[in-house]
């Protein structure tokens, strides 16, 4: 059997990978421990690219509209500083909302406490009075309080001993996180500064090691997650403000406490898709019980109300029309992103599960539209989905209608 120079390169890479698999299999709890410490040591980069990615977004539109400013330095460093005011100034509206509304409500539970456990107190008199037999039972017990006084010493002896040295790793942690987080804050000003030179560089770089083909398809999905993860946060930041602002005018007009307050933490939680308002539906019921019990309920009620409204007409369109994903697969991408990531699945999947979506059904269409197509479908209905791929992946049209003459 002769065997061509094309041939013998498949057979050496699936021997490579065959081998490079066996030892990955084998060695698994290695290569997973190697992962994990690889990526502790990049995760304030990762982190800090997230953050730039999602900075960039209002950065843009800024830029877009400091068009007396020529230069693009000054552009650009004027377009940072903005768009760091800009959410300075949302983190401090969020703060002084929360804050004071919060100190009073502190403040009234203090108060609360003290009828509290007089209700409490009254309970186990009155308790006590209707049953003597509780009063003899607890006076016939024996309590040996130099042993209860030998194990409370040996106890809080044994607890200094893992206080202290808890507390100095606590210290220890806190420090590393702070410095985390400057560097990413750090390297996210880094990207958003050079991110024209540094988004060159990829190309070139891709560009070098891959075909030309290839080149371009990867350039083209790579555009089509930005574009998806950008309209994301855009939608979700909307969404949040928008029930956010129903909570506000819905509880003022319905004459409730709390209702700037409650309205913030929905908008804030809310930006955890889909299961998030429910964290500020807790605490806002907590704050309306200190109230009224009857007052808590009437505030789940609209909760409930508000919920379904935003869950089957905001959110569908507000976010899932922006990144062009039904609603089921919106509550899948949710799910499966919070059990195997928590709350950063939640938010990471939606976008993925839309990339991924826009992916398949652009090529369905293309495989749809080359030689096996029926023969029910119209010519114009082909030509669109060969030109809806070819402007997502950059593929040739006449590519498919060679293929289609040859069979």
Not at 336 to 348: E, H, P, Q, V
Not at 370 to 377: A, L, N, Q, S, Y
Request: proline share 4%.
């Amino acid at each position: 059997m002769n065997l061509n120079d094309e041939t013998v390169s498949k057979i050496k890479r699936l021997i490579v990978f065959t081998v490079v698999t066996v030892i990955l299999g084998v060695n698994w709890r290695l290569c997973l421990s190697v992962v994990l410490r690889a990526l502790s040591v990049v995760k304030p980069f990762i982190i800090g690219g997230c953050l730039a990615f999602v900075l960039n977004i209002p950065m843009k539109f800024i830029e877009s509209k400091l068009s007396f400013v020529k230069k693009p330095g000054p552009k650009r460093g004027l377009g940072i500083l903005i768009t760091l005011l800009l959410w300075l100034l949302i983190m401090m509206f969020v703060i002084l909302m929360v804050i004071p509304q919060l100190g009073v409500s502190l403040q009234s539970l203090r108060q609360s406490i003290p009828g509290f456990f007089n209700s409490v107190s009254e309970y186990i008199t009155r308790l006590i009075e209707e049953n003597p037999d509780l009063l003899e039972a607890f006076s016939d017990l024996k309590v040996d309080w130099n042993s209860i006084t030998s194990a409370a010493s040996s106890w809080i002896s044994g607890s200094l001993s893992v206080i202290i040295p808890g507390t100095v790793t606590a210290i220890a942690s806190i420090a590393s996180s702070v410095t985390n987080g400057v560097i990413t804050f750090i390297f996210a000003l880094y990207l958003l500064i050079g991110k024209e030179k540094l988004l060159i560089q990829g190309k070139s770089l891709l560009r070098a090691f891959t075909s030309e083909r290839r080149y371009l398809m990867t350039v083209s999905v790579l555009r089509l997650i930005g574009e998806k993860f950008s309209a994301f946060v855009t939608g979700q930041c909307l969404e949040a403000c928008i029930l956010g602002s129903m909570f506000v005018v819905t509880l003022s007009v319905a004459g409730m406490p709390y209702a700037m307050l409650i309205g913030v933490l929905v908008a804030v939680t809310a930006l955890i898709p889909v299961f998030g308002a429910f964290i500020g539906c807790v605490i806002g019921a907590f704050l309306m019980l200190m109230q009224s019990p009857v007052m808590a309920i009437v505030f789940i009620i609209i909760f409930l109300v508000i919920q379904q409204i935003e869950g089957n007409l905001i959110y569908p369109h507000v976010v899932g029309g922006r990144v062009d994903l039904p609603a089921i697969w919106v509550l899948v991408a949710v799910t499966t992103g919070g059990s195997l990531f928590g709350i950063i699945g939640m938010i990471a999947f939606i976008p993925a599960f839309s990339v991924l979506y826009a992916l398949l059904r652009s090529y369905v269409r293309l495989r749809n539209a080359g030689p096996r197509v029926d023969d029910d479908i119209e010519d114009t209905e082909i030509s669109a989905a060969i030109r809806d791929v070819s402007e997502r992946l950059k593929l040739d049209p006449e590519a498919w209608k060679e293929r289609k003459d040859s069979k």
